[in-house]
């Protein structure tokens, strides 16, 4: 094998809690994670020369600062066998937006650096390589909704096949996770509201009624007063939503759907004020999301 095609998906939260903040930096937290079928598309390829190289249509992530490179070195250092590789990023997923972007890229390239030189890495230590890399790679390992606990690291996979419709909306400001962190950190009297049970029992019964009444993420907590993200919720519930939430720290909007025409609708309303997305829930039905 010379080179391999991937679908790097997104993800969007049901549910987000931010727990304590650890000695080691990090936040515990406990979300559930949705994929998605919005994706970036990833054709990693080798290459004579011994180099990393990378080839991608935002400029901004075109170095070598990129947590790519930084689990290509990573895993370079451990298997001798890895030559020079060139790496063609499509991206699709906006940055800065909740969605995951960076850490499914990374998930996905590092399951397909290890097909690609049958390095026959396990489950656990490509989970590893994710872990140091990032809070939210582990979770994008799977291609299927999970639960996440810890920083995001001890997954629970859930056995679900439910499709709904989403539109995601992306505002035109962007939001920095490291910050978006300090603020929740700079809280007082917050009360913390656990709806996973409810959000994996409606995963599990594919009813999305149950799903979209109990959608929670704790850093709308620091949105309160942004009246552009208040409005976008509004709106989608508007036009048929069955319940609208940011995802992960931001910026992003969407709104669960039932009906595909309604969901349509909503996306041609929105297209020609922001950056708008529709695209359905992805559940894989393989019974190994490392494949």
Do not use: W
């Amino acid at each position: 094998m010379e080179k391999i095609y991937l679908k790097a998906r997104a993800k969007i939260n049901l549910g987000l809690n931010v727990l304590n903040k650890r000695e080691d930096k990090y936040h515990n937290i406990k979300s559930v994670f949705q994929k998605i079928n919005l994706y970036d598309e990833i054709l990693i390829e080798k290459n004579a020369i011994n180099e990393f190289e990378l080839k991608t249509n935002i400029k901004k992530i075109n170095n070598k600062e990129n947590i790519i490179y930084k689990a290509y070195l990573i895993i370079k250092e451990k298997h001798n066998n890895i030559t020079g590789i060139r790496v063609i990023l499509n991206k699709k997923i906006p940055m800065e937006a909740g969605l995951g972007g960076g850490s499914t890229d990374c998930a996905c390239f590092i399951k397909g650096i290890n097909k690609l030189f049958d390095l026959n890495l396990s489950k656990t230590e490509m989970e590893a390589i994710g872990r140091k890399l990032g809070a939210d790679v582990v979770p994008c390992f799977y291609d299927k909704a999970v639960l996440a606990e810890g920083i995001g690291d001890k997954i629970t996979v859930i056995d679900t096949n439910v499709k709904y419709y989403i539109v995601i909306v992306k505002p035109n400001i962007s939001c920095n996770t490291k910050e978006m962190y300090m603020k929740i950190d700079q809280r007082k009297n917050v009360a913390e509201i656990d709806l996973s049970d409810e959000i994996i029992k409606g995963l599990q019964q594919s009813n999305i009624e149950i799903i979209a009444s109990n959608l929670y993420n704790s850093f709308e907590s620091i949105q309160k007063d942004n009246q552009l993200m208040q409005n976008i919720k509004k709106d989608l519930i508007k036009e048929g939503a069955l319940g609208s939430l940011m995802t992960g720290s931001g910026s992003c909007i969407y709104g669960i759907f039932k009906d595909k025409q309604r969901a349509k609708s909503a996306f041609n309303n929105f297209k020609n004020k922001y950056q708008t997305f529709i695209c359905t829930s992805y559940n894989s039905k393989r019974s190994e999301y490392f494949d």
